[in-house]
């Protein structure tokens, strides 16, 4: 196997494409941006290990957003590369114009309720769309869903399901290790954002505690990331990063002692919020609430929320 580190000044820092070959088949899990810099650094990458786009049959995504996808339709393209992703995410890869008119009419929605000052939707927006122009052409899916096995010539893989982050984000398990490639589920520095990242999840917040104790549960010895180095207790980090959400939910309870609305409790915890911190930041925000609220702690009246309780042991909902 190699790792392939890829150029990311748009989002999170470098990317990590993973290229196995063990025969005949030549499987990369996730592709980076984008742009005519990046493919000629993939190129290149591919050639130092001896490789040429040519040479791809699979291509398996991890999650929609570009940062992940971007070259998936290029080099299927020119390899006619099989390509696969989980079937929640797949019309937002294949970039069907209704999938994205449907995503923006939700920001629109959701920056309503969460009081978020008009000035800051346009600018967001254009975010959003340049995510889709930084997506290069859309590939041709094979949908997958939980609990699916991917076999080919040398490799089988096991979908693990981790919604959160997206509402598709899967992780892949191959049989012949005690490993994953977990995209952004699980990183190895930064906590990845819920509530934000894809407005589209339903209880996001329960829904990846609950995707991460799955993962958990396998006990697995090396999280292979989408951003930055291995992770080599893989199930330390996931402690640490139930812990930053239990740290989360602290602060913003302290919050709590007059009505707030998420704007005003977004600005408190992060500072001034712009581009796509504008739906990040109050994407986590609603998304701790949310939590909280469905936990009986929190109350909600007019896009206004109070704690209902004089003392709340996070620790035992969450």
């Known amino acids: 196997m190699y790792k392939i580190s890829l150029s990311n000044t748009e989002f999170e820092g470098k990317n990590n494409s993973y290229l196995l070959n063990d025969g005949s088949e030549t499987i990369l899990i996730d592709t980076g941006l984008f742009s005519p810099n990046i493919y000629s650094e993939f190129k290149q990458e591919l050639s130092k290990h001896g490789y040429s786009l040519s040479d791809i049959d699979v291509i398996l995504l991890t999650h929609w957003h570009a940062d992940h996808v971007g070259l998936a339709g290029t080099i299927q ?13 797949s019309s937002l890869v294949e970039k069907k114009s209704s999938s994205l008119s449907e995503l923006l009419n939700l920001v629109v929605i959701k920056f309503e309720e969460w009081n978020v000052p008009s000035s800051k939707l346009n600018p967001l927006l254009d975010v959003l769309k340049l995510g889709y122009e930084l997506g290069g052409p859309p590939p041709r899916i094979i949908p997958f869903e939980h609990g699916d096995e991917l076999e080919f010539e040398n490799h089988i893989f096991s979908v693990l399901h981790v919604p959160g982050h997206t509402m598709g984000l899967s992780c892949f398990l191959p049989q012949e290790s005690s490993s994953a490639f977990v995209g952004d589920a699980v990183l190895p520095v930064y906590t990845p954002n819920i509530g934000g990242a894809d407005i589209r999840v339903l209880s996001p917040l329960s829904q990846y505690r609950d995707g991460l104790l799955r993962l958990q549960d396998q006990n697995l010895d090396i999280f292979y990331p989408g951003h930055r180095h291995e992770i080599l207790s893989p199930n330390s980090r996931i402690n640490e990063i139930f812990q930053h959400h239990r740290d989360r939910f602290e602060q913003i309870i302290s919050f709590l002692t007059t009505p707030i609305d998420i704007w005003d409790l977004s600005t408190r915890i992060f500072g001034p919020l712009d581009g796509i911190h504008a739906l990040y930041g109050p994407g986590e925000m609603a998304a701790h609430l949310e ?18 309780t004089s003392s709340i042991d996070i620790s035992s909902i969450f």
């Open 291 to 308: 939590y909280l609220e469905s936990m009986g702690a929190v109350d909600s009246l007019d896009g206004l929320y109070s704690l209902n």
């Open 77 to 89: 393209e020119e390899s006619g590369a099989k390509v696969y992703c989980h079937i929640d995410d």
